[in-house]
């Protein structure tokens, strides 16, 4: 059985870190590809980073690119986002995703992903 542990989440003056991580277990995730996507209230979930586990291709939304940062610890089946310089608007619920195809050709849809975290919330005070 496929899990996806969100963690790290809590509240952060703007302009401040975080680092999130999405700790997989129930599987090989080595072919897989790994997401975060967030959603604030009354607002659609929406894409913010992916890495291809199998050679750590990274993609970014441009609201956070040179912001945040994802990696991968294959020794600890593991995820994270390094949020930086965070802001008001960054404030969401963040999920981890996991895609068995690691072509990350449509990364950007919800639709795509096979297995969902939990979420874990982000919020920036101003």
């Known amino acids: 059985q496929v899990q996806l542990v969100e963690s790290g989440g809590g509240l952060v003056q703007t302009g401040g870190s975080l680092r999130l991580s999405c700790a997989a277990s129930?599987?090989?995730?080595?072919?897989?590809?790994m997401a975060w996507f967030r959603q604030a209230p009354g607002k659609e979930r929406e894409f913010v980073s992916a890495?291809?586990?199998?050679?750590?291709?990274?993609y970014y939304a441009n609201s956070v690119k040179g912001r945040f940062s994802i990696s991968r610890d294959s020794t600890k089946n593991t995820v994270y986002l390094q949020m930086n310089s965070v802001k008001p608007e960054d404030t969401a619920v963040y999920y981890c995703?996991?895609?068995?195809?690691?072509?990350?050709?449509?990364?950007?849809?919800?639709?795509?992903?096979?297995?969902w975290g939990q979420g874990t919330q982000v919020t920036v005070s101003s």
């Open positions: 995703a996991a895609d068995s195809d690691p072509r990350l050709l449509r990364l950007r849809q919800v639709g795509v992903y096979d297995y």
């Open positions: 129930g599987r090989t995730f080595s072919n897989y590809a």
């Open positions: 890495i291809a586990w199998n050679n750590g291709n990274t």
